[in-house]
């Protein structure tokens, strides 16, 4: 099929030093990952990082995730220590999120990190994103391509679904493989989650050897994925539903539900690695049918499961 969008570019050489280009410059553009696509400027610049925060619409307070190709660069700009290095053998890159504190000297605009001491860093997996990131002199600030509060994108129309003309080069890479955003841990004195995601506590834990907790309580922003209210489609939606009504959405999971126009099925297999992936789809579908409820049946509290309630609990929030 044709592309009828000018500013959504095939994967090629030549569009990635493009994409390069238009980072040296300070210009904002769509990158896909293996978890959501991501809205990516210099984050050693000011004026990137500013325009990142104007576009999403994005509260100050919540800082940015900072992506990186390799620890030689993540080194000038963060303190690693033991728990770190066994995380990343195991887990790097991929779809985890390490929050460190930050050097003196570090590059990274304050306002990347929200004037905290901290730095949010990930070593995305995506093919593209690495190759991208290794072009640079700079890491990529990187949050998911969508307005503030909204649904996270999974591919390049969802980027024009949030934005329309207002980034004007996206990077097709296709459909996220994962779909829900990276696992978020604190490294900081107290080891604990900050955003659950595909790597669950139980995989960590194993890792290090150590147990770790799972922040239930909010005081104070210093981690993506913290925010009362978040992936939201707009809509009000109700949890753990057994039935709806014919005029509202109602989202389900496994093989016992019927087919119908108002029903959604996140995996008919019942497999939940396939219900995260099609979560943000699902939930854009149903927004764009212009429906004005969503009801949701209870989805297993395990594995990836525990990130997708994570999800539709803030998308549920008022």
């Known amino acids: 099929m044709k592309n009828i969008y000018p500013n959504i570019y095939q994967n090629s050489p030549k569009n990635l030093n ?9 210009m904002i553009i769509a990158v896909p990952t293996e978890t959501v696509y991501g809205l990516a400027g210099n984050a050693y610049s000011y004026n990137a990082i500013k325009k990142i925060y104007s576009l999403k619409k994005r509260p100050k307070k919540n800082p940015l995730i900072i992506h ?23 887990f790097c890159p991929g779809p985890l999120t390490f929050i460190l504190k930050k050097r003196k000297d570090s590059k ?12 949010a860093v990930r070593f995305p997996g995506h093919r593209i994103a690495k190759k991208l990131l290794k ?30 003309k207002n980034i004007n080069f996206i990077i097709d890479g296709g459909k996220s493989k994962i779909g829900l955003e990276s696992t978020v841990i604190n490294l900081v004195k107290d080891i604990r989650i900050t955003r659950p995601g595909a790597i669950n506590k139980k995989d960590l834990s194993k890792v290090l050897g150590k147990k770790i907790s799972t922040i239930k309580k909010v005081s104070k922003i210093y981690s993506p ?18 039935t709806a009504g014919n005029k509202d959405a109602f989202i389900v999971f496994g093989k016992k539900y019927k087919r ?31 429906f004005k409820k969503i009801r949701v049946v209870k989805i297993p509290n395990k594995d990836i499961g525990i990130a997708i ?3 539709l609990i803030k998308a549920s929030n008022k």
Request: with cysteine; proline share 4%; glycine share 4%.
């Open 68 to 90: 990186y190709d390799n620890l030689k660069k993540l080194k000038k700009d963060a303190y690693i220590n033991d728990d770190f290095l066994k995380l990343y053998k195991k």
């Open 135 to 164: 072009k640079l002199s700079f890491p990529l600030a990187m949050p998911s391509a969508n307005m503030s509060s909204a649904l996270s994108p999974i591919n390049a129309l969802d980027v024009i679904d949030e934005f329309g």
């Open 18 to 26: 493009k994409a390069k280009n238009f980072l040296k410059k300070n």
């Open 225 to 242: 994925g913290m925010l009362k209210k978040h992936y939201s489609p707009g809509i009000p939606i109700a949890l753990n539903c057994k």
């Open 309 to 311: 309630n994570d999800r």
């Open 260 to 290: 119908g126009k108002n029903i959604f099925n996140l995996s008919y297999k019942g497999n939940l690695k396939e219900a995260g992936k099609n979560l943000y789809k699902t939930m854009r579908k149903i927004k764009n049918l212009n």
């Open 108 to 119: 990274i605009s304050s306002l990347a990190n929200a004037n905290l001491n901290t730095l």
